[in-house]
């Protein structure tokens, strides 16, 4: 029953897409071999979020079987923007009816759902005669009232431009678009059958594109939480593919750009971050409803343990439960800002207004004063200089530094409610001297990152949003002041609310500390993870902070995945890998992050 809701609220609930157009990667003919004349070879393949393995497979079915002279254009279609998604059956449904957009409405282009593995030559394919048609596809054999399946296409971009609009692809539902392509006489030709096999279709030496049309049988299972996978015979294909692309060392981009064209090497190096994201690329789906409860739940427990915390009697075994309690649980709350700066931009806007609205900015901590990036050495460096602070950055804090942090965490709520009362009005009045005001407090307070208090940023981002959100946490200060000063709030609450304030700026700086990047001798740097008792998660590094180290590497993994996909690593990687000697003991690495300035210094 959870699945099915799963998969309803997935179908149903698709976010829009960020990317302008595809992502074309470029496969040159090989060294050595005299180049064809023959034009390239354009594939467009229809993708998702989710389907990273996948698409490493089928990129590399085709490598496997490509025509050494000549070149190959890869299209990878994926979050376009602009399409309605709403309904579809899978998020890349209606990105094949704008290939003669993308392809400039000129040439030939082969349309590949990601769901497929190549076992001939494509340039076979995109050499077939057309007969005058605008497309070739197999014939449906699906209950669906076209007669065609376009999973496995071969277009003639400029017949099809007038029917396959981008205007329609975005807009229109898929039945309609049959609808107009079946409307059109001498459109569809027939496509040889082996080039679309659908599952049970699949001969071994006659099949030349295997398509997994089943979602429950698809080998890499892409959505494990919605469907509950079963294996079939075909799927050894599959499989057998993906150990050839591994023992090759074969890796493929996983980060998605903006539509654009690039050169894509044939190999790289196994070193780095593609090989994880590979590894886990199945693991990269958000599920809103898992941020939507643990957020409410949260929040919801903070506020009512912090009422009891201020109304109970003073100074009793209760009232300290209470405050216990309320900063534990506000602190997990305000912790979703680092899960939000790690969201890709356009995606998860609803829970981003929902965090702001019920804790960021009653707690005066909006996201926009969060940016997780640390800046390389040189940028802090120039910063610091500017500053008049000669002196290189520090990467661990020594026992001076940690005197100052506890100094720090005493100040921060009083800043913090000074930055909002005092600034908030100048930078809403003129939001275009908020970068030279910002960048003249640091140099004031060079010990305070803008994570934290000043909501600091060199360039920072002027809209709409963040000018509301200013008003609002200054609209709340105006409130809590008017409350004390007619007596609303006892006065004698302000020393409590202090200290819980205090509480939870503490628990962040511990949590901070863990954090904290090793300096690796490559000039590297390098997080770690955090193994202990399952509480950490709860308390001390909520939502997966414990795995600092593989969320540097992969930064978009949801929280609720950060821990099966740390399973999966230290299961696959090699002893000797960085991201397995990144792994410590909470005691070893309390140590780690507390003690390495001091023992270079001695």
Not at 23 to 40: D, E, H
Not at 191 to 209: C, H, I, M, Q, T
Not at 219 to 232: E, G, L, S, T
Request: some cysteine.
């Amino acid at each position: 029953m959870i699945r099915t809701i799963e998969r309803v609220l997935h179908k149903s609930f698709r976010p829009e897409g960020l990317n302008a157009g595809p992502v074309v990667y470029t496969l040159p003919p090989l060294p050595g071999t005299p180049p064809s004349r023959k034009p390239a070879v354009r594939i467009f393949i229809g993708s998702e979020p989710g389907q990273i393995r996948a698409e490493r497979v089928l990129v590399w079915s085709i490598m496997r079987h490509r025509d050494p002279t000549r070149a190959y254009e890869l299209h990878l279609m994926r979050d376009l923007a602009g399409f309605r998604r709403v309904g579809w059956v899978t998020g890349f449904t209606n990105y094949r009816y704008a290939i003669p957009h993308f392809a400039g409405f000129a040439g030939r282009a082969i349309y590949n759902d990601v769901d497929q593995v190549y076992l001939e030559d494509p340039a076979r394919l995109f050499d077939l005669e057309m007969d005058g048609h605008g497309f070739l596809a197999v014939a449906n054999r699906t209950r669906r009232r076209w007669s065609f399946d376009t999973s496995v296409s071969l277009i003639d971009c400029a017949r099809m431009a007038p029917i396959w609009t981008l205007h329609r692809a975005q807009t229109l539902a898929v039945d309609q678009l049959m609808d107009l392509t079946n409307a059109a006489e001498g459109l569809r030709g027939d496509l040889p059958a082996a080039w679309n096999a659908r599952d049970g279709e699949y001969r071994a030496g006659e099949s030349k594109v295997l398509h997994f049309t089943k979602l429950p049988a698809q080998p890499w299972r892409p959505f494990p939480r919605q469907y509950r996978y079963a294996k079939r015979a075909e799927g050894a294909v599959w499989r057998e593919l993906e150990r050839e692309a591994d023992a090759a060392g074969f890796l493929w981009p996983t980060e998605g750009a903006h539509g654009g064209r690039v050169e894509w090497p044939l190999r790289i190096s196994a070193e780095g971050p593609a090989p994880i994201a590979a590894a886990i690329g199945d693991l990269m789906e958000y599920r809103p409803w898992i941020y939507f409860a643990d957020l409410t739940v949260s929040a919801a427990v903070g506020y009512f343990a912090c009422w009891k915390y201020f109304t109970v009697e003073d100074y009793t075994a209760e009232q300290l439960f209470w405050f216990i309690v309320a900063g534990l649980a506000l602190f997990r709350a305000g912790v979703f800002v680092n899960e939000i700066a790690h969201i890709p931009e356009g995606r998860m806007r609803a829970f981003k207004a929902y965090w702001n609205l019920i804790c960021g900015i009653p707690l005066l901590t909006p996201s926009f004063m969060y940016q997780p990036a640390r800046p390389t050495d040189q940028e802090e460096l120039a910063r610091r200089q500017a500053a008049g602070l000669n002196s290189p950055p520090e990467d661990d804090p020594t026992p001076r530094s940690l005197g100052s942090q506890a100094l720090k965490v005493l100040a921060v709520p009083l800043l913090g409610v000074l930055r909002f009362m005092l600034l908030s009005p100048l930078l809403f009045l003129n939001p275009r001297h908020q970068g030279w005001i910002m960048a003249r407090l640091t140099v004031y307070f060079p010990g305070l990152k803008h994570s934290e208090v000043l909501g600091h940023d060199l360039a920072p981002t002027v809209g709409w949003r963040r000018s509301i959100a200013e008003l609002c946490c200054f609209g709340v200060m105006m409130f809590v002041i008017f409350a004390y000063s007619d007596d609303i709030v006892p006065w004698s609450t302000f020393t409590e609310l202090y200290a819980l304030s205090v509480f939870a700026v503490a628990l962040h700086c511990l949590r901070a500390l863990f954090s904290r990047r090793r300096r690796a001798r490559a000039s590297l740097d390098q997080g770690m993870t955090v193994e202990g008792p399952a509480v950490l998660d709860a308390l001390i590094l909520p939502l997966g902070s414990r795995y600092q180290a593989l969320r540097e590497t992969v930064p978009t993994v949801p929280y609720h995945n950060l821990g099966a996909a740390h399973r999966r690593l230290i299961a696959g990687l090699p002893a000797d890998s960085a991201y397995r000697r990144g792994v410590r003991g909470l005691g070893a690495a309390l140590r780690v992050a507390t003690g390495t300035a001091r023992k270079s210094r001695a």
